[in-house]
Structure formats: C-alpha cells, structure tokens
C-alpha cells in the first residue's frame, strides 16, 4: 500500500526566503506526481504535476523535481511571498485512472 | 467557468440520517472522484468513476454510496450518519488521460452530531 508523507507538518519563514517542501512515497513505481496548493476553507488547486519518465517541472516560482528511485520528491518556492502562506499537500497517482494518494500537507507561513 | 460544482457547503447532520452531496462538472471529464479529509490529514478517496454507469471503491467506502448515471454528475450518498463521517469532503474531475490535471470543488464541510 502506497504511503505518501510530508515532513515537516508546518513550516515558518521570512518574505523572501526560498521555501523547500519535502514529500515521500514508499512505493516507487507509481505514475505520477502532483503537488497542490489549498488556502483555508477551499479546494485544492494544482500546482505541478510531473510524469513518472521526468525528473522536474518548473512554473514561475515554483520548480518541482522527482526521484523515483529514492521515493522523494522536492518543491522549491523561490523569493516566497505572503501570498504563498497555505497548505501544501503532495499526491501520487497510481497506474489506473488519476487515483491519488496524499500526503498529510505541510503548512506554510510566509512572514511579512 | 464553473468548473467542479458541490452542493450543499455546508450541513449538520443527526446520527442516522442519511443526505447526498451534489457533484457536478461541466467539463466533459470521464473521471470523477469523491475525497474526504479530516482535520489536518490528506485526503483519502472513497470513490471514483471512469466513466458513466461505471464506479468503484477507493481507500474509505464503508457507509458511502455513489452513482454516475451522466458523465456531469456524480453524487455521494451518507446512509446512516455517523459521527466518524464528519469530515470536508472533495469532489474531483479529469480528463480521460491518467496523466492529466485533476480539478477540485470546493469542498462541503459536513458535520454530524
């Protein structure tokens, strides 16, 4: 059974300070991986989602990197803003479909 | 651009009633899927279907129920409330195409007393 974890659960850190959130997974042969931003009584808006067969994905600020092999996969945000205080929560995807699997989310707080 | 659209936001439940929450998305997706998440925990699929007339269980089913009679919606039904129910529950859409971009309601934040 897939595990997906997210350490640490809360994070605190200085307006422009680059943020770098850790996700693990326990079993490698999944099918992709996605990392979502959710904001306090919303849904989860997509982020970044990067193929089993690619090592990174970038989008503006924020650059995702995936390494199969050692299960791990790294969200750097550069220059963080207030506006990036939320939760941030990675998932798997499994083979069939887009069933995902998350993590527990790390918390974010960017401070003015 | 509505997108994934789920009704109601909000409800409170008594322990045995039973309610549907709506889930309806207007963008041609084949998959849709439902999610719960717990306070300060990830989400965890109950269900999801690939296509209308097809569903199947995820992680958490027990005390769920779900239907896809159209490829637009695709309500969760609560038999017999109870209080390990309470919990934000997520209404998801994708392309047909694993690989693709998942889309997310609002969520309904569901209690049970």
């Known amino acids: 059974k897939q595990e997906v974890t997210q350490i640490p659960a809360a994070l605190s850190v200085p307006e422009g300070e680059n943020l770098v959130l850790n996700c693990s997974f326990t079993d490698s042969a999944i099918y992709n991986l996605q990392w979502f931003r959710q904001d306090p009584g919303k849904g989860l808006t997509s982020l970044l989602l990067i193929q089993s067969s690619q090592r990174e994905q970038t989008s503006g600020r924020l650059n995702a990197s995936l390494d199969k092999s050692s299960g791990r996969s790294t969200l750097y945000i550069a220059a963080s803003q207030p506006g990036d205080s939320a939760t941030y929560l990675c998932?798997?995807?499994?083979?069939?479909?887009?069933?995902?699997?998350f993590g527990g989310g790390t918390r974010v707080l960017v401070k003015p | 651009n509505a997108g994934v659209t789920q009704t109601p936001k909000f409800r409170i439940l008594k322990i045995g009633q039973s309610m549907t929450l709506q889930c309806t998305q207007d963008?041609?997706?084949?998959?849709m899927y439902w999610y719960r998440q717990d306070p300060g925990m990830g989400l965890k699929l109950i269900y999801y279907?690939?296509?209308?007339?097809?569903?199947d269980k995820g992680e958490v089913p027990n005390g769920y129920n779900v239907s896809r009679s159209t490829t637009e919606d695709f309500p969760l039904r609560l038999e017999l409330a109870a209080p390990s129910q309470t919990s934000v529950y997520f209404c998801?859409?994708?392309?047909?195409?694993?690989?693709?971009?998942?889309?997310f309601g609002e969520g309904s934040w569901l209690t049970v007393v």
């Open positions: 279907s690939v296509g209308a007339g097809i569903t």
């Open positions: 998801a859409s994708s392309p047909l195409s694993a690989g693709n971009t998942i889309y």
């Open positions: 998932a798997v995807g499994a083979a069939a479909g887009n069933k995902l699997t």
């Open positions: 963008m041609n997706h084949n998959y």
